[in-house]
């Protein structure tokens, strides 16, 4: 009888098989970890491109849209649901409210970008929410009333697309929102987003996204609450 070669034996397998696999995960631990630098700078500057088209600049490339938001946003503060400054940031900012995230907005720490295009001043103020299908969040640009909107952009992780996704892919949509009013006389918020049929107030409602009424609603419910956070900064 001959002998079993020691590759045949079930622990010779068993041992090359975790050898692979520590060696897969090293390799693909490597590959992160050298990569993650260069996606975390795509990252801020989707981020900063989003900003942007919030205030009506769109359509530039990589190397415009850092040199174009360092330019126009003079400060990222970060404040509180009283609108007191937590961190007042700093020109083109990118290390005190931009580096908030939606559980901050959550736990009341509101990131406010501080923006000066064409020597007006303007507020942009994120704000998070839940669509159709997960989460939804916008860029608003106020103008220095506190009331009026300037510009709006919207995004999402997995709206539908032509219906949901229309939020963000549909520019015209988003351009509805410029000149519509946030809060009445008292400070309560009013704007909102309606079916055509419902609007009664064109001054401060938006028509929704044909065909997607649970994510309008998302967005209205989501602007309504984020401005109710921001109602003391802006209302100041």
């Not at 415009?64 to 649901?81: F, G, H, L, P, R």
């Not at 229309?166 to 410029?178: L, N, V």
Request: hydrophobic content about 40%; overall charge positive; some cysteine.
């Amino acid at each position: 009888m001959s002998k079993k070669k020691l590759t045949d034996s079930n622990s010779y397998i068993i041992i090359y098989s975790c050898l692979m696999v520590v060696i897969v995960a090293f390799l693909l631990a490597f590959v992160s970890s050298s990569l993650k630098p260069a996606q975390d700078v795509n990252v801020a500057l989707d981020k900063k491109k989003q900003i942007l088209a919030a205030l009506n600049i769109r359509h530039l490339d990589n190397k415009q849209s850092a040199a174009k938001y360092n330019e126009v946003v003079e400060a990222d503060a970060i404040i509180n649901i009283d609108g007191n400054y937590i961190e007042k940031g700093t020109q083109g900012g990118e290390k005190a409210g931009f580096r908030l995230n939606s559980a901050d907005y959550k736990n009341g720490k509101l990131a406010v970008y501080e923006c000066n295009v064409g020597g007006e001043r303007k507020y942009v103020v994120p704000v998070f929410g839940q669509g159709l299908w997960g989460p939804i969040w916008g860029y608003i640009a106020v103008n220095a009333d506190g009331n009026t909107i300037y510009g709006a952009y919207f995004s999402h992780e997995g709206e539908t697309a032509g219906l949901g996704a229309e939020i963000k892919d549909s520019q015209t949509w988003q351009e509805q929102f410029a000149g519509k009013t946030i809060y009445d006389a008292v400070g309560k918020t009013i704007l909102k987003v309606l079916k055509k049929s419902e609007v009664r107030n064109p001054q401060s409602e938006v028509d929704a996204v044909t065909g997607a009424t649970l994510t309008s609603v998302g967005v209205s419910d989501m602007l309504q609450e984020g401005f109710s956070k921001y109602q003391k900064y802006l209302r100041k």
